[in-house]
């Protein structure tokens, strides 16, 4: 049973480019979070997706996008890259009928110079 | 929007020496969720808490939800050199989804 997988594990962007980020739930699960993890701070939360719809966001601009697919897997697109979107970004899965724990991929370090 | 605060930010302990981790909120939190991250690695789940006054314990840890359900600590007792990493209390959120609000984390140091 294959965890939360995602793709790739790390990117060198220049800034004003675009980037997509992949991920793959966790078997069995329906909900995909993405999180924004700063070197030495916690994660925070960008977006979630259920059901193909954005359904909660966090306090991130409109540059940081993404999609979730019919079989659970999901994207995260950010669009004219800044300096300050360097960070470990994390995709966590988990089911939605029940409010309990987050399963995390191993996440992709994206580097912007 | 939700806020929640962890100290101390770092701990450097001798083996053998207990830990604890404090979290904090401004607002009445449902639950509260411990993870781990080992250096490099990623948030991995330890426990989630949901009743006022609840306690669980998992060998030589020990979560601790508040009365008012605003605050939340870990305690390691004897801590290991594999204990090492960064700890995050996260708020779970109040509809369902699960989204969670990480405090800033207390990275534990451990000297063998």
């Known amino acids: 049973d294959a965890g939360v997988t995602q793709s790739p594990t790390h990117l060198i962007k220049t800034r004003g480019q675009q980037v997509t980020l992949r991920c793959s739930p966790k078997s069995g699960h329906d909900t995909v979070s993405w999180y924004q993890q700063a070197l030495g701070q916690g994660p925070q939360f960008i977006f979630q997706?259920?059901?193909?719809?954005?359904?909660q966001r966090g306090n991130f601009p409109d540059r940081f996008s993404g999609h979730q697919f019919p079989n659970y897997s999901s994207e995260l697109n950010v669009n004219a890259l800044l300096l300050g979107d360097s960070a470990l970004y994390l995709c966590a899965s988990s089911l939605r009928e029940f409010d309990t724990e987050a399963f995390f991929g191993q996440g992709t370090r994206l580097t912007v110079v | 929007g939700q806020q929640v605060m962890q100290i101390p930010q770092y701990q450097h302990v001798q083996e053998g020496e207990d830990f604890t981790t404090y979290c904090n909120s401004s607002?009445?939190?449902?639950?509260i969720q411990w993870y781990k991250q080992r250096p490099g690695g990623h948030p991995v789940f330890l426990i989630q808490?949901?009743?006022?006054?609840e306690v669980k314990k998992q060998k030589r840890l020990t979560f601790q939800f508040g009365e008012a359900k605003k605050n939340s600590s870990l305690h390691i007792t004897a801590t290991q050199t594999t204990d090492v990493g960064t700890y995050f209390c996260a708020a779970g959120g109040n509809n369902a989804g699960n989204m969670l609000t990480f405090g800033g984390g207390t990275r534990l140091m451990v000297k063998p």
């Open positions: 808490l949901v009743k006022s006054g």
């Open positions: 607002t009445t939190l449902s639950n």
């Open positions: 997706y259920y059901e193909e719809e954005e359904r």
